[in-house]
């Protein structure tokens, strides 16, 4: 289409002062009279085979659609805009009796009622752009109070200029936690009782699997886990052609106890029992296991300090050496990907079993 434009544009005998183009709407500014414009229609039409442009004119003060935008030629001279709705258009909205948070419906007309002054040039059109979308809202089930109160929001300065204006506050770490919406009401005992119990949580609603996605499945079989730190050792020296020497097994977690393939896991919850004295942790993880256990293993052997393990070894067993051997077991107790889920879960377990290894308690369930 570029391409055809600059053909057409560089042909043509008289040529627009202005031309731009979004997709397949064209706007363009034409200084030359009616007879010369018509011209120019055909002679873009000429260009290609099969694309034709059709046109409309703003003669004699009529009005021009372009996309949602109605521009009209005043008596003055003056260019007017107002929000412009197809002829066509059903009027579907988002209803207000759809199952979606309330603050979601609000927003959506607000941003309705912005967009109407935006594409607005004076208060006459944009009181006329803004009953259009009284009108859209109402014919979607929106109460006259909501209408009125998305307006008073359209006219207050956005979310992004009210922080611009505002000094920047300290960052603080939330974690976001995923529920299927149910109903505006529990929604509210739900911010409700996350308020009260100052955990740093930020609520969000997703979707949710489909009931395709919960009956198809890709593997025909189950997937055998196996192990792949001893295969990847092997790549790395076959590689780098080094064949000298037994190859080595460095995978901690195995060696721990874990089943064959659980230590590549992501996003879970274990437990972690001393061989020497019996007692245990609980933790949590959103990287393969390997790389959380194999870090307790080194706080352990280096008895690093302000570190769950590190401090035990150091406090009741700190004449016991570690080697490569692992001084704990190791057990999977869940999988959880959602972060929030994962942290609860990770709660409950302590709660349940009462570590003596670990430092915190972990979310206060």
């Not at 209408?147 to 974690?175: C, F, G, H, N, W």
Request: glycine share 4%; proline share 5%; with cysteine.
């Amino acid at each position: 289409m570029d391409r055809l434009e600059q053909k057409m544009l560089r042909t043509a005998k008289e040529k627009p002062d202005t031309y731009d183009r979004y997709v397949d709407d064209c706007l363009m500014v034409w200084c030359h009279g009616e007879e010369k414009l018509v011209k120019f229609i055909e002679h873009c039409n000429d260009q290609h085979p099969t694309i034709r442009f059709t046109w409309e004119s703003s003669v004699n003060g009529q009005p021009v659609s372009y996309m949602d935008m109605l521009m009209t030629i005043r008596p003055d001279h003056n260019l007017e805009c107002e929000l412009f709705r197809k002829p066509s258009d059903s009027g579907v909205n988002l209803n207000f009796e759809s199952c979606i948070p309330l603050h979601v419906k609000q927003s959506v007309a607000t941003q309705q009622f912005r967009r109407a002054s935006t594409l607005s040039s004076n208060a006459e059109a944009e009181e006329r752009s803004q009953n259009k979308i009284r009108n859209l809202l109402h014919s979607n089930g929106f109460p006259l109070k909501h209408i009125q109160r998305a307006q008073e929001r359209s006219r207050q300065p956005t979310r992004q200029q009210q922080l611009a204006e505002k000094q920047p506050r300290p960052k603080t770490t939330l974690t976001n936690l995923r529920l299927p919406f149910c109903s505006d009401g529990l929604d509210r005992k739900v911010r409700s009782f996350i308020c009260k119990s100052k955990i740093p949580l930020r609520v969000v609603y997703n979707q949710g699997k489909s009931l395709k996605q919960n009956l198809v499945r890709s593997a025909l079989t189950p997937v055998l886990r196996t192990c792949t730190t001893h295969e990847k050792y092997l790549e790395q020296q076959h590689q780098q052609k080094r064949s000298r020497g037994k190859p080595r097994d460095d995978c901690i977690s195995c060696k721990a106890g874990l089943n064959a393939g659980n230590c590549d896991r992501k996003g879970g919850v274990y437990c972690l029992k001393c061989n020497l004295c019996a007692e245990i942790y609980v933790g949590e993880t959103m990287r393969p296991l390997r790389a959380r256990i194999s870090e307790h293993h080194m706080q352990a052997r280096n008895q690093t300090a302000e570190q769950p393990w590190g401090e035990h070894m150091k406090l009741f067993h700190p004449e016991r050496k570690i080697g490569k051997e692992p001084i704990f077991s190791a057990e999977l107790l869940t999988t959880v990907m959602d972060h929030a889920k994962r942290k609860a879960r990770e709660a409950i377990e302590i709660r349940e079993r009462k570590p003596m290894v670990n430092r915190t308690k972990g979310w206060r369930t």
